[in-house]
């Protein structure tokens, strides 16, 4: 793949994940009555500016490049907690989409995140 070609990619699939993330986060700070009904459903209702709070505070961690394994790894754990939410209490699974934008968005931009020996061999570094 040619560098340019994967520029626009990382681009495109960071601003998808992240858009797509705060989007949410920003729905949930204005607590619509459909939002907070599947929250209410949830049980988490009173904890719904927390939540968007956490999206949007680990998606911040995540688009800053020299912090952005630590906000995938909040991402990912924040995610996972979704969904496992949402298959305990038998609702769509709508945390998978966001998770899976965010791990591809992250190979592109770094892929020592998957594959930690990749990028030290073509350093030079003993790996």
């Not at 729905?27 to 709070?53: C, I, N």
Request: a positive charge; proline letters at 6%.
């Amino acid at each position: 793949m040619s560098p340019n070609v994967k520029r626009v990619l990382t681009i495109l699939f960071t601003v998808l994940a992240a858009g797509m993330v705060l989007l949410s986060g920003i729905m949930k700070l204005m607590q619509s009555p459909d939002t907070m009904e599947a929250f209410r459903k949830a049980g988490v209702a009173q904890y719904v500016v927390l939540l968007a709070a956490m999206e949007i505070g680990f998606t911040l961690v995540y688009l800053y490049p020299k912090t952005m394994k630590l906000g995938f790894i909040l991402l990912c754990c924040y995610f996972a907690g979704a969904i496992a939410t949402e298959l305990s209490h038998s609702t769509p699974l709508n945390a998978i989409l966001p998770m899976v934008l965010i791990w591809i968005s992250a190979f592109l931009r770094d892929n020592r995140i998957f594959l930690p020996g990749q990028n030290l061999k073509q350093s030079g570094m003993p790996g």
